[in-house]
């Protein structure tokens, strides 16, 4: 005998695609907000990070001139940023030749937040993610950021962007430099260059 198997697809129903584990695979409501440790792992994800050579200072309606920690402050910059002995030193220089540098000491731990997208209606099961990585330490400044010294000043190296549960370079498109305490407040930002596999 032969036997016919008719199967009725509703389009608005979500199929599970994934039969087997995946170890990367996203599910739909994933999300993670947590410190871990800053283990090899996530170091060698950070050795490898490639900044674009502009950066600019968030202003929103303000001029630059109102924002405090910055002497003169500018709305963009050149920037390098170099890795060396577990340190990021971040060198901007603005177009009237203006410079500072800020550094981050790598700590012991690292935050890891990672979310599904927002869509209504998925078809399938597995999610894209919108990730970041957050390594906070002790403000260090030279130059143009100096009058931004004083207790408490903590910086905050943000990375942004997509992808499943493993973390790799490739992952990470943006940056965000995040400096907030007492004395001063402000965030500068910009893109990585992409990371050639």
Not at 76 to 89: G, L, Q, S, V
Not at 121 to 150: C, D, H, N, Q, W
Request: glycine residues 6%.
């Amino acid at each position: 005998k032969t036997f016919f198997y008719f199967i009725d697809l509703d389009p608005t129903f979500p199929i599970q695609w994934n039969i087997f584990p995946c170890a990367c695979c996203s599910n739909i409501g994933e999300r993670f907000d947590s410190e871990v440790d800053l283990d090899s792992r996530y170091i060698d994800i950070l050795e490898q990070l490639r900044f674009d050579s502009k950066a600019f200072l968030f202003l929103g309606e303000k001029d630059p001139e109102s924002i405090t920690g910055i002497h003169p402050a500018s709305g963009e910059y050149k920037i390098k940023a170099t890795w060396k002995k577990n340190r990021f030193i971040f060198e901007f220089r603005d177009l009237e030749n203006h410079s500072g540098t800020l550094i981050i000491k790598l700590p012991k731990k690292i935050s890891v937040f990672y979310i599904d997208y927002i869509n209504p209606a998925p078809a399938i099961s597995e999610s894209a993610l919108y990730k970041e990585f957050r390594i906070t330490s002790k403000m260090v400044e030279t130059g143009i950021f100096t009058p931004g010294l004083g207790a408490n000043q903590s910086i905050t190296l943000i990375l942004r962007g997509n992808g499943n549960l493993c973390h790799d370079t490739y992952n990470f498109i943006r940056w965000t430099l995040m400096v907030k305490g007492p004395k001063s407040n402000y965030h500068l930002f910009g893109t990585l260059i992409p990371y050639q596999l």
